[in-house]
């Protein structure tokens, strides 16, 4: 029974229809974006930028992450079977998945992304995904945006009113109709390191950086 669901869930039709749910419910956010422009111009100039965000915090973006589709930004999900149907929504809202993670097909992975963020010079990343720890920067990132010389974009997003899943993330779901805000940092810069003490510098930077914009959800959990 639970492979036919697993089956069910992982079909073209399921992830159609729940990809059509997201979007229903993603329109009744009123959603404000802040510090944009930060990022794009420099964009159009040439300047590759990896879009950072907290497992925690992705879902309120999926709405506004489709005016970026027509650069169709790579984005790393795992292949396990919940990023199957999360690679298929993603896929639909204009993304171009690349299956891996850290554990698996991690280096084969890390060498797509590379390349596409080189042509298309938009990728997106969960910093601390698949399966955490919370708050913690994995190294994957630092990679990419060293060998693409890219700069990395923090982004966060806040509800006013949102439900806590009880998930090693506290996995945020903003309410129908709450207002929502989506802010990007100010681009973080990604020099090449020679030393392992270089390098974890860097990535402790990076973490401490993105912290603050980790919600420590008071509100009741689901």
């Not at 993603?26 to 930060?38: C, D, H, I, S």
């Not at 990022?39 to 159009?44: G, I, N, Q």
């Not at 100010?186 to 020099?191: L, Q, R």
């Not at 030393?195 to 008071?218: D, S, Y």
């Amino acid at each position: 029974m639970a492979r036919r669901m697993r089956r069910f869930l992982g079909s073209a039709a399921c992830i159609a229809f729940l990809y059509r749910l997201v979007r229903l419910y993603a329109w009744t956010f009123r959603l404000t974006v802040e510090n944009e422009k930060a990022w794009m111009d420099p964009v159009k100039n040439g300047q590759a930028v990896v879009i950072c965000c907290w497992h925690q915090q992705f879902f309120s973006a999926i709405r506004h992450f489709k005016t970026y589709s027509s650069y169709r930004p790579p984005l790393m999900i795992s292949k396990s079977g919940d990023g199957e149907i999360i690679a298929g929504i993603a896929t639909r809202t204009g993304w171009d998945i690349v299956r891996g993670s850290s554990s698996k097909y991690g280096r084969e992975a890390l060498e797509e992304m590379v390349e596409k963020l080189r042509q298309r010079k938009i990728a997106g990343h969960i910093l601390d995904g698949p399966r955490g720890p919370a708050g913690i920067v994995k190294a994957g990132v630092i990679r990419l945006a060293q060998y693409a010389d890219a700069v990395i974009v923090p982004f966060y997003t806040s509800a006013d009113r949102a439900w806590y899943f009880k998930s090693w993330d506290r996995f945020m779901l903003p309410k129908p109709f709450s207002r929502v805000t989506l802010r990007f940092g100010e681009p973080f810069a990604v020099p090449k390191t020679s030393t392992p003490e270089e390098f974890e510098q860097l990535r402790l930077k990076l973490e401490e950086t993105m912290r603050p914009g980790l919600i420590a959800p008071k509100q009741r959990s689901i």
